[in-house]
């Protein structure tokens, strides 16, 4: 397994500052990250492809975000995020798509999304909706060879193998977050493993508390500080036979997540190694 972080796709990216910022920090994989659809065009996909030759980088996962609105709370996250809510479905659906064909041009297989709180009811009709959606998104990135990647939180994990299964769709995974599962009040980690571990294609090390309201989710923490027991999750990891990237998100800003991004990559190389 080896360790990365996330690089932000943001306008100035052709600079190369974050990809320089990458290699100060020891790291060589990284998912890139886009929240904005105006960047899928070819001159950034020139610039990524020149950046990761450059600075000899390997992409593990382009992770796409949507326009808003997607506010991750308990009350307006299930009317906002992801293809759930059918306000935003088809536009999103079609989002997901050109990042598809975005990711491609930049040699990236796998790209990530949060689908939204797919209903634990599979009778409810925003979940037959968001599982149309989706077969769509999939099917267009089956000519190519891609996957579209779950990212944890916002269900359950039966849910979303639920989900998953009712897809019918062989180029589908899973993107463990490990802290979503608990800041979302979800499940642990390491127990969704026996639902949905088979699954996994990518993983994130970030660290997280369950939440203590029923309104917001519970806090994201530094590694080690929160309530994922990363050395069971990693030999539980490996026992499924994953052995791809571990990316290190900590969703702060400034010199301190610099400070806990390091810290994380000692834990976590320390625990690789045992």
């Known amino acids: 397994m080896e360790l990365g972080t996330m690089v932000y796709m943001a306008d100035d990216i052709g600079n ?41 980088v390997t992409i593990t996962a382009f992770w796409c975000g949507y326009p808003p609105p997607a506010r991750f709370d308990f009350y307006e996250g299930p009317i906002t995020v992801g293809l759930v809510p059918a ?7 079609e989002t997901l798509i050109k990042a598809g064909a975005f990711a491609h041009k930049i040699g990236v297989t796998d790209v990530v999304t949060h689908a939204g709180f797919l209903p634990e009811n599979p009778n409810d009709p925003d979940y037959t909706g968001a599982i149309s959606a989706l077969k769509e998104i999939v099917r267009s990135y089956r000519p190519t060879g891609q996957y579209l990647l779950f990212e944890t939180g916002q269900e359950t994990p039966i849910t979303l193998l639920r989900t998953i299964q009712d897809m019918e769709m062989d180029n589908v995974g899973v993107n463990l977050d490990p802290a979503n599962l608990i800041m979302y009040g979800k499940a642990n980690p390491i127990d969704a493993l026996d639902t949905i571990g088979r699954w996994v294609r990518g993983v994130h090390a970030k660290d997280g508390n369950y939440p203590t309201d029923g309104k917001h989710l519970g806090e994201e923490t530094a590694l080690g500080k929160g309530s994922v027991d990363f050395p069971r999750l990693l030999a539980k990891l490996k026992a499924l036979g994953y052995n791809g990237a571990i990316t290190i998100e900590r969703e702060i800003s400034g010199e301190e997540q610099i400070k806990d991004i390091l810290e994380a990559k000692a834990t976590l190389e320390k625990l690789l190694q045992a």
Not at 30 to 49: G, I, K, S, Y
């Open 87 to 93: 306000a935003y479905r088809l536009m999103r659906m």
């Open 16 to 56: 190369g500052e974050a990809f320089r910022q990458l290699k100060a920090l020891g790291f060589n994989t990284c998912q890139l990250v886009c929240w904005e659809p105006h960047r899928f065009t070819d001159a950034f996909a020139e610039t990524m492809n020149r950046l990761v030759r450059e600075f000899s």
